[in-house]
């Protein structure tokens, strides 16, 4: 009971107050467009879709329903994410267990090869998902036990910070603050790392750890902190192309704290989009962005780009965007 009064009033204050704000790093640093750091705002309108299988990031300009395809060195990717102080992408490059940025991605013409500016080290043997805080990423290793790598990143270098041993595979992972949010792979068990961006180098346990009643096999994540929801995918079994689910969870800080280290968010705590109409088979990362009302999600089994509309009960919902894109695999916005 001590250790759930601590761990809940901890989150409590993480939640009210964001956590304490880290200095940005001096380390390998390049110029930054400082309004938009500080500010923490829209700066475009697109979503990436990353593949590993084509060598392809998707581009989708969410407000015309344009598209662009830009063309990549490496055919196997995963974890994408967007820095938006310099607009850059730091791309999963898992044919060469590297991470990677690509520069000026706004301004890439669909049909260009963009090339790395910078490549990091080969820390990781199995990169899946990744996350950006504070001038660092970090990448999930999905190995057993797994691992999480932090990395010091720019346009310029990437260079390896801090390793994590979680204790659990692990896949999608996502930073709020200096804290971190993490799935545990083949399960159905949320894991919250509080101060991860703090912590040394080494055994990493998770702060919390909780079950998502009803859900098969998580493999992606988002939480929206204005809103309060959080999104998990339910792939299903792996080998099925069409049993997968998202699970959307509001009011959600209020559900993680009552469920408790240890505990169940219950069925009755989640709206389910799952259905033979939704296109949903496995279902490997996802982006909620209630702003826009929309949930973004990579398809993998599909091999789609999927748009839903964020419902307000349980539904078998046809996707209001569906485009093929071979190997979808992860996805992030720029907004």
């Known amino acids: 009971m001590k250790k759930l009064i601590l761990f809940t009033c901890a989150l409590t204050l993480c939640f009210v107050t964001s956590c304490e704000k880290e200095s940005i790093d001096s380390v390998n640093q390049e110029p930054t467009n400082a309004s938009n750091l500080r500010k923490g705002v829209k700066t475009g309108n697109s979503v990436y879709v990353s593949s590993n299988t ?30 938006g102080s310099r607009d850059a992408i730091y791309h999963v490059n898992r044919s060469d267990s590297k991470l990677v940025a690509l520069s000026n991605i706004s301004n890439t013409m669909g049909g260009d090869m963009a090339m790395p500016t910078a490549m990091g080290p080969s ?48 896949w999608g992972i996502q930073a709020t603050g ?19 961006h703090n912590a040394p180098s080494g055994d990493l346990p998770a702060t919390s750890e909780v079950a ?16 309060d929801i959080m999104v998990l995918t339910d ?12 699970v959307v969870i509001t009011d959600f800080k209020n559900k993680f704290m009552q469920a408790g280290d240890g505990g169940t968010i219950s069925l009755s705590d989640q709206i389910r989009i799952e259905g033979d109409l939704t296109q949903l088979g496995n279902p490997v990362d996802v982006v909620v962005r209630a702003q826009e009302g929309a949930i973004y999600v990579a398809e993998r089994a599909q091999q789609k780009f999927l748009v839903f509309d964020i419902p307000s009960d349980n539904c078998n919902c046809e996707p209001t965007h569906s485009h093929d894109f071979p190997g979808a695999s992860a996805i992030t916005t720029d907004f």
């Open 123 to 170: 820390t990781f043997t199995n990169g899946r998902e990744a996350t950006f805080y504070n001038n660092k990423v970090v990448v999930v290793d999905d190995v057993t036990p797994g691992k999480l790598i932090s990395y010091h990143v720019n346009t310029r270098q990437i260079n390896d910070f801090r390793q994590y041993n979680v204790g659990f595979e692990v």
């Open 178 to 196: 200096k804290d971190l949010w993490a799935i545990e792979d083949v399960s159905n068990i949320l894991a919250y790392f509080e101060n991860f």
């Open 212 to 227: 998502i009643e009803g859900l098969v096999r998580t493999h992606g994540l988002n939480y929206d902190e204005a809103s």
């Open 235 to 246: 792939i299903g079994s792996a080998g099925s192309p069409d049993d997968g689910a998202l």
């Open 54 to 83: 084509s060598g392809i990031l998707g581009i989708y300009n969410i407000e015309n329903g344009s598209s662009r395809m830009i063309g990549l060195p490496y055919a196997d990717a995963d974890g994408v994410v967007y820095d």
